[in-house]
């Protein structure tokens, strides 16, 4: 049964974590979205106002992952490319690294590049899953883990913390955060999701993904899409730690093929993808 934190209790915790606000020039690109013209002029012009913003998003945009035939030279060009939904999200995960990331900081450095990576691969992942949305999913595979930054700016010791939960399983993991910091990263991340007015079952998606008990029991309606969302990641994150030779999680065994029945997808399939996706990662 899919997890929720009730508005009272919501706003408890909200109260002691420090939750950056929205940043505005995401609401004024969604509200844009919306409309059933967009303007392209009035978007790139917005994006490209703010230097930092667009250097950030030319260089996702030219990385392999999204296999164009020349490289882009402008916002609005990648616009044109990419479609506004795709860029939009693009530019959602910029702006969640620079309100997480204090200026100067280089400590997350590791978790930023992991985090796109695996977002990349969602993206690729989802297209081969019936009734995922390749976008949604890149979303997700950047905040799954948002609640972690904020950890380590509200807790000097967090760094320790991630560094024993690499030894850890899902459930061990969150079991240890909630007894050396009272939360953990999963609601934390739940919260910056719902100031951020992320949609509801990702927000869920971000509450409960380390929850593997969640796939054993259906909870009515948004229950399989969340759970998609989660097996997605969860897949994509490990054909990125493969690629890297990094750790697995250690229950990985018993986790992947839950993973992999929710989605419907055969371990055979999985493998097709994750051949293709090194091949792009090589040069991430």
Partial sequence: MLREIPPKQAETLLKSMVIPPRPVILLQLEQEQLKPEPDFDLISKLISSDLTLSAAVLKTVNSPFFQLSNRVASVYQALQLLGLKNLGNIVRGVLLRHA???EGATSMERFWTMALRTALVCAHLAEHVDGADAEEAYTFGLFQDCGMPLMQARFSNYRATMEKGEELSL????ELEDLR?????????YLLARTWFLPEHLSLAILNHQDIGIFASPDGEGWSDTCNLIAIAALASHVVKRHFELPEVPDWRELEPVYLRHLAMERSEYEDVADRVNRLLEHA
């Fill in 100 to 102: 997480l990331t204090p």
């Fill in 181 to 189: 910091h009272q939360t953990n990263h999963a609601v934390v991340g």
């Fill in 171 to 174: 459930a061990k993991f969150i």
